[in-house]
């Protein structure tokens, strides 16, 4: 005679499920009431965020996550109304909404329409339907917020984030990559520089201005002066800000992580700037920064020698410049040069000699380095990540490269 599986102790069931991923004990759960309570099992689900398809979940289901002690949520394609959430699960910490194309400021509105005081992450990345109205409501509603995640949402203007400096003070992690209408004014917002219509949201950390084509140096001012607590800020494809914009981050006492990326107007002025400053920088990148060239290298090893991790990919250094930084930076545990392709192995045999607590290297690239290099490189004592990718060895030279690195390293 079969024996049905809802028929089994709940315990046998939970510990079956909990062998599931989120999204399988989601479809479970919709089976029968015994197959529900089994995989939202108190000993598996606590503290765990849930993956729903809103469009199949049964409403009835968010009350019984909120039973079990979910807090974070990750909607992954959205038909029905978002307030089945909100209303089912009113002590709600975090809520992802990243990638539903379909959500619209109305759809949102309907499902904020009182103060949500738990909810303190919201993620609308890639929501390109949201504009600055959205915004209004958040800033009304989702007062405790302190994760804002707005990359790709192409629709935001100045205005949104006049609404956002006005009501989300304690916010901590703003995302604004590829946000093309944000410009100076919309970054003066945020940092208080309109104080008769808004605050401010000076206590920020975490601030993405990726690919932000409109942003100035005078950004890089409102910045300085007004959110004095950033720690990690994102320039990365910013072509619009220039070498005279380092000198208003260069005296920021509490930024400890820089991306320059693919910022076309920044050389060796502009690292020499950062350099001459108060600046206690763990992590500086300046990728693809085609005016980035061994003096830089110069200045990094006089004024910014206690960076940790340090990204010069497809800059124009030459093994001159890793002479004139390596024995200043005892604190490097993360080099990146790939594409850069004037080392050669004098330049990985000078890391070699004096990078001594490298974690990481990336060589991708590196067309002038050969195998003499490589083995100086993969001798290095705390070395886990090495990134060859486009310099050519054999399968059977790489196994012999590492072979011998092993060996030696256990004798």
């Not at 062998?19 to 004990?25: C, G, Q």
């Not at 915004?135 to 203007?157: D, F, P």
């Not at 950390?205 to 690919?211: G, M």
Request: charged letters at 20%.
């Amino acid at each position: 005679m079969e024996t049905h599986i809802s028929c089994l102790f709940p315990e046998i069931l939970a510990m079956i499920f909990s062998y599931l991923d989120v999204r399988d004990k989601g479809r479970v759960a919709q089976v029968c009431i015994a197959w529900r309570d089994a995989s939202y099992h108190k000993s598996v689900w606590r503290g765990v965020e849930a993956k729903l398809h809103l469009r199949r979940a049964n409403p009835s289901l968010f009350p019984s996550l909120q039973a079990r002690g979910i807090r974070r949520v990750q909607i992954l394609s959205l038909r029905r109304s978002l307030s089945y959430v909100i209303q089912g699960m009113p002590n709600i910490e975090s809520l992802n909404l990243s990638g539903c194309y379909n959500l619209t400021d109305n759809g949102l509105g309907h499902a904020f329409v009182q103060e949500i005081p738990s909810l303190r992450v919201l993620n609308l990345s890639l929501c390109k339907q949201i504009t600055d109205s959205s915004l209004g409501r958040i800033a009304q509603y989702l007062k405790n917020l302190e994760v804002l995640e707005l990359g790709g949402c192409s629709n935001i203007t100045n205005t949104g984030l006049l609404l956002i400096a006005w009501g989300l003070h304690r916010l901590k992690s703003l995302n604004l990559r590829s946000c093309r209408h944000v410009s100076d004014v919309g970054i003066g917002h945020l940092a208080g520089m309109t104080r008769s219509a808004a605050e401010g949201c000076l206590n920020l950390e975490y601030l993405t201005l990726q690919d932000c084509q409109k942003l100035t140096d005078l950004s890089l001012k409102h910045i300085s002066k007004g959110l004095t607590k950033l720690r990690v800020l994102n320039l990365s494809f910013c072509g619009g800000i220039s070498d005279a914009g380092m000198i208003h981050l260069s005296h920021m006492a509490s930024l400890w992580s820089l991306n320059l990326r693919s910022c076309d107007n920044i050389s060796d002025t502009g690292t020499m700037h950062l350099a001459m400053g108060t600046l206690r920088l763990s992590g500086l990148d300046v990728s693809f920064c085609d005016k980035i060239g061994d003096q830089t290298l110069a200045y990094i090893a006089q004024g910014l020698y206690q960076l940790k991790s340090l990204s010069l990919c497809s800059c124009h250094i030459s093994d001159d410049g890793i002479n004139r930084m390596v024995r200043q930076m005892h604190e490097l545990r993360t080099l990146n040069i790939g594409q850069c392709v004037r080392i050669t192995d004098k330049g990985l045999e000078l890391i070699a000699d004096h990078l001594t607590q490298l974690v990481g290297i990336d060589l991708y690239g590196c067309t002038k380095i050969t195998k003499r290099g490589l083995e100086r490189i993969t001798q290095l004592p705390c070395l886990k990540v090495l990134n060859l990718g486009l310099w050519q060895m054999t399968e059977s030279e790489k196994v012999r490269l590492f072979t011998v690195t092993k060996k030696e390293s256990r004798e």
